[in-house]
Structures are given as structure tokens and as C-alpha cells.
Antibody, heavy 119, light 107 residues
Framework: QITLKESGPTLVKPTQTLTLTCTFS??????????VGWIRQPPGKALEWLAL???????HYSPSLKNRLTITKDTSNNQVVLTMTNMDPVDTATYYC???????????WGQGILVTVSS | EVLLTQSPATLSLSPGERATLSCRAS??????LAWYQQKPGQPPRLLLY???YRASGIPARFSGSGSGTDYTLTISSLEPEDFAVYYC?????????FGQGTKLENK
């Protein structure tokens, strides 16, 4: 059974850097074709894809946020870390991580973590 | 970047009725489309992938069709638990994107 769980701060100040960790089980990021992505959802709004890393270190970023995002993997600890710099109140959202195969879609997802950006 | 436009934004129907949700892509996505269901306070759940394949455990009342730029999610006979927000999502190219969602509400 694949499970994922997001962790990190739930409140950050404007201009700070957000670091979120996705800890997963039931699969390995050393297995061919496997990936983990991050998606966010502002309150009451739609889903927005942010970044994705695959088993072979292939990484993809949302073009609109590329300059602020970094995704890394720690295969020994079954974790994927997302950092987002220069946080702003508009970045307030629930941040999800999700499992993905390179030939498929995000499934399953973690429960998400609500991050609020406020001074 | 491929933009996905979902319609309608809100669909008001009653249990037992048929629901038809639309997703239009700004360019061909060659069938590389998925549908997700999201209920309040929950993460999205994968319903259909590659246009028409049901994910594990998804009831047969959910079906998908389409090609090129136009895709449809059909729920043949609505159950009370089907009222939720539905998102389409493509993986045809980078960046991958989501539609803005259709809220299916109980009339």
C-alpha cells in the first residue's frame, strides 16, 4: 500500500523560504519509472501543479514558479523535499505530494498540509 | 502550455440523474487525460486515466470519452456520494496542468 504524508511549517512569514517534506512508503524512488510530485490548492480554488522528480533525477517545474522552486529526493529516507523561496500571502494553500509513474498520473495523494503566509 | 477549460463551472443535478462534465484542451493532448474527484477536506482521488480507464475501485457508473482536444466525464446515475468537485488533468507535455474544476452539486 502506497502512502504519502506532507510535513513542514503551517505558518510562514512573507519573504521567508518554505521547506516541505513528503515522507512516503510502499514504493521506492530508486525504481524505474517512479516519481513524486507537488501540487497546491489555495482555499476554495483549483489545483496547481508545482514540481515533480523522477527516479532518475529528472525534474520538472511549473514555468511560472520555476525560479522559486527546488525539488530534491532522499532515497535512503524515502523523502522528497520541496523548497519555495520568497513566500507571499498569495502562496497560502494546501500543499499536496503525490506518487506518479512516468506513464501515468498522480495517484495516490497525501492528505495535504495547509500553509498560511502571514506576518 | 496546454490550458484545460472545464464546463460547466457548476452543475446542479439530483440523485439518479446523468451527469456530463466537459474538459477542453487548448491543443491536442492525445488522450493523456485524467479525471479526479475531490470532496471537502480530502485530497483528490483518481477516477479515470488515459481518457477512459477506470482507476482501481472506481464504480462502473463513471466513464470517460474523448480525443484530441475534447473530453467528457459521464456519471450514468448519480449517487449521493458523487456530489463533489471534479478536475481534469493532462500529462501530454510539460508543464502538466489541471482544469479549474466543475462543482457537481445536489439539486
Amino acid at each position: 500500500q502506497i502512502t504519502l504524508k506532507e510535513s513542514g511549517p503551517t505558518l510562514v512569514k512573507p519573504t521567508q523560504t518554505l521547506t516541505l517534506t513528503c515522507t512516503f512508503s510502499g514504493f521506492s524512488l530508486t525504481t524505474s519509472g517512479v516519481g513524486v510530485g507537488w501540487i497546491r490548492q489555495p482555499p476554495g480554488k483549483a489545483l496547481e501543479w508545482l514540481a515533480l522528480t523522477f527516479w532518475n533525477d529528472e525534474r520538472h517545474y511549473s514555468p511560472s514558479l520555476k525560479n522559486r522552486l527546488t525539488i530534491t529526493k532522499d532515497t535512503s529516507n524515502n523523502q522528497v523535499v520541496l523548497t519555495m523561496t520568497n513566500m507571499d500571502p498569495v502562496d497560502t494553500a494546501t500543499y499536496y505530494c503525490a506518487h506518479r509513474l512516468d506513464s501515468s498520473f498522480f495517484d495516490p495523494w497525501g492528505q495535504g498540509i495547509l500553509v498560511t503566509v502571514s506576518s | 502550455e496546454v490550458l484545460l477549460t472545464q464546463s460547466p463551472a457548476t452543475l446542479s443535478l439530483s440523485p439518479g440523474e446523468r451527469a456530463t462534465l466537459s474538459c477542453r484542451a487548448s491543443q491536442s493532448i492525445a488522450g493523456y487525460l485524467a479525471w479526479y474527484q475531490q470532496k471537502p477536506g480530502q485530497p483528490p482521488r483518481l477516477l479515470l486515466y488515459e481518457t477512459s480507464y477506470r482507476a482501481s475501485g472506481i464504480p462502473a457508473r463513471f466513464s470517460g470519452s474523448g480525443s484530441g482536444t475534447d473530453y467528457t466525464l459521464t456519471i450514468s446515475s448519480l449517487e449521493p456520494e458523487d456530489f463533489a468537485v471534479y478536475y481534469c488533468h493532462h500529462r501530454a507535455s510539460w508543464p502538466t496542468t489541471f482544469g479549474q474544476g466543475t462543482k457537481l452539486e445536489n439539486k
